[in-house]
């Protein structure tokens, strides 16, 4: 039973112990959605369970299941959401007009979750990025809300808790011209690990204690030998004045004459960040010979925020060409 997409359709509430057939349903979508899911969200006072209608890829519609009976929450389709204690936290795609106020695409809000269900709503601003700024994720931990946020396409990490009626936060120390990952939150407690990889580090892992301090664990090993490289960022002008940023990494005593064998690689599409990564094997077969690497960062992706991305989509297409 499924949709056009061939994910499930349906969610049904089945006892056990009771005949399959008997089974209540809770939610059907249409045929031409993408598909019904339940999933189960942690949270400090015990797993939540959360049943969605995804209409497209880029759309859910959340109610929570609660003695038995699906509780909607009227929020923004296209938003990301997490759970901080008692704090709903949504990252924001598009606009979202409520209470009088407008919340910008692109920005993080919350609102308290027990006065949402009781229809007393009060969204707040969490954080608004700066034009050369996304959000790149939103995660928890017992009382910090993480944000993984790219400035320049260069990943940051920044931790943010309740203190009185607003929000606070400071920033983890994470090395520079790399990307940042939360990995291993809970809601249990407030350590924390997160992985960092740049073009010439491999993926390491670091744990974050409580009173914020960083150490390193582990990493991946090297696969080709980074000594001599360096990694820089420039800007290209579109046709239409966009500022596209690229970056190159090479050696640091390459002759600076167009003489240089180079690559170019780029993506711009589905919201997506192509953030800088470990190059491995390219790093093995192409740097370590002299080659120069370059990745550009395309509207289309997800480097600036939702309008970097929707200037690259349908009738905007062309733009992510001209931006190669």
Same mark, same amino acid.
């Given at each position: 039973?499924?949709?056009?997409?061939?994910? $499930?359709?349906?969610?049904?509430?089945?006892?056990?112990? %009771?005949?399959?057939?008997?089974?209540?349903?809770?939610?059907?979508?249409?045929?031409?959605?993408?598909?019904?899911?339940? $999933?189960? +969200?942690?949270?400090?006072?015990?797993?939540?369970?959360?049943?969605?209608?995804?209409? %497209?890829?880029? =759309?859910?519609?959340?109610?929570?299941?609660?003695?038995?009976?699906?509780?909607?929450?009227?929020?923004?389709?296209? +938003?990301?959401?997490?759970?901080?204690?008692?704090?709903? #936290?949504?990252?924001?795609?598009?606009?979202?007009?409520?209470?009088?106020?407008?919340?910008?695409?692109?920005? #993080?809000?919350?609102?308290?979750?027990?006065?949402?269900?009781?229809?007393?709503?009060?969204?707040?601003?969490?954080?608004?990025?700066? =034009?050369?700024?996304?959000?790149?994720?939103?995660?928890?931990?017992? =009382? !910090?809300?993480?944000? %993984?946020?790219?400035?320049?396409?260069?990943?940051?990490?920044?931790? !943010?808790?309740?203190?009185?009626?607003?929000?606070?936060?400071?920033?983890?120390?994470?090395?520079?011209?790399?990307?940042?990952?939360?990995?291993?939150?809970?809601?249990?407690?407030?350590?924390?690990?997160?992985?960092?990889?740049?073009?010439?580090?491999?993926?390491?892992?670091?744990?974050?204690?409580?009173?914020?301090?960083?150490?390193?664990?582990?990493?991946?090993?090297?696969?080709?030998?980074?000594?001599?490289?360096?990694?820089?960022? *420039?800007? +290209?002008? $579109?046709?239409?004045?966009?500022?596209?940023?690229?970056?190159?990494?090479?050696?640091?005593?390459?002759?600076?004459?167009? $003489? @240089?064998?180079?690559?170019?690689? +780029?993506?711009?599409?589905? @919201?997506?960040?192509?953030?800088?990564? *470990?190059?491995?094997?390219?790093?093995?077969?192409?740097?370590? =010979?002299?080659?120069?690497?370059?990745?550009?960062?395309?509207?289309?992706?997800?480097?600036?925020?939702?309008?970097?991305?929707?200037?690259?989509?349908?009738? @905007?297409?062309?733009?992510?060409?001209?931006?190669?």
């Amino acid at each position: 039973y499924s949709t056009d997409s061939g994910y $499930s359709r349906a969610a049904w509430m089945w006892e056990r112990g %009771t005949p399959l057939e008997d089974a209540r349903l809770l939610l059907e979508a249409e045929k031409e959605d993408m598909a019904v899911f339940v $999933s189960t +969200a942690e949270t400090t006072d015990g797993p939540l369970t959360v049943v969605a209608r995804l209409p %497209t890829i880029f =759309e859910q519609e959340i109610q929570f299941l609660e003695d038995g009976e699906l509780v909607p929450m009227d929020i923004p389709s296209d +938003a990301q959401m997490a759970l901080v204690g008692d704090q709903l #936290v949504l990252q924001l795609v598009s606009d979202w007009e409520v209470g009088g106020q407008t919340f910008n695409e692109g920005s #993080v809000v919350s609102t308290n979750l027990d006065a949402e269900r009781a229809g007393e709503r009060n969204v707040e601003l969490v954080l608004q990025p700066d =034009e050369r700024s996304t959000i790149n994720g939103i995660s928890a931990t017992k =009382e !910090y809300l993480l944000v %993984t946020q790219l400035t320049e396409v260069q990943g940051k990490l920044y931790r !943010y808790w309740r203190e009185g009626d607003s929000w606070a936060y400071d920033a983890m120390e994470t090395p520079p011209m790399g990307s940042v990952y939360p990995r291993g939150a809970s809601v249990h407690h407030n350590r924390f690990f997160f992985t960092f990889d740049s073009f010439a580090q491999p993926t390491t892992l670091y744990l974050a204690e409580e009173d914020g301090s960083v150490r390193e664990v582990r990493s991946l090993p090297h696969q080709f030998s980074a000594d001599g490289l360096v990694t820089e960022q *420039y800007h +290209a002008t $579109s046709p239409d004045g966009t500022r596209v940023p690229y970056f190159v990494v090479r050696a640091e005593d390459a002759p600076m004459d167009g $003489s @240089n064998p180079t690559v170019i690689n +780029a993506y711009g599409g589905f @919201n997506i960040s192509y953030a800088p990564g *470990y190059l491995g094997a390219q790093g093995k077969v192409w740097l370590e =010979e002299g080659g120069v690497y370059v990745q550009a960062n395309l509207r289309g992706g997800g480097e600036f925020g939702p309008s970097w991305w929707k200037a690259g989509l349908k009738e @905007n297409r062309q733009n992510v060409y001209d931006d190669f």
